[in-house]
């Protein structure tokens, strides 16, 4: 199981500290993502953390996100800064079963959380 929590309405340019918390630990078995979904459009993958902790980011999100884990492996981060009003959505963490690459879509991701929505003003 998978929770979210940290968002909020922030005014652009703010910054926001998203977190997900583990009910068991995510070890180094499972691949672990953030996803967004913005009012009326698909939900998209934003960043994704491997089981040997590298970070991947979606093209159009490289350089904007930061993606990390605790050192206990069971808190997910995202961390961003300089938010944009085209930035409001409900944002996600997803996990899987690492079975040699880990999923860039929605479909490759069995667990997810309930969401946390962000909104930016402008």
């Known amino acids: 199981q998978l929770v979210e929590s940290g968002g909020g309405s922030v005014q652009s340019g703010g910054s926001l500290r998203l977190s997900c918390a583990a009910s068991?630990?995510?070890?180094?078995?499972?691949?672990l993502a953030w996803f967004r979904q913005a009012p009326g459009k698909e939900r998209e993958e934003v960043a994704r953390?491997?089981?040997?902790?590298?970070?991947n980011y979606a093209a159009s999100m490289k350089g904007r996100f930061t993606i990390t884990k605790d050192g206990a492996g069971m808190m997910l981060y995202l961390q961003r800064n300089d938010l944009k009003p085209e930035e409001t959505a409900t944002y996600f963490c997803a996990a899987e079963e690492n079975l040699g690459y880990c999923p860039r879509t929605t479909g490759g991701y069995a667990v997810w959380g309930q969401g946390t929505q962000v909104t930016i003003s402008s």
């Open positions: 068991e630990y995510f070890g180094n078995r499972y691949c």
């Open positions: 953390l491997d089981p040997i902790d590298k970070p």
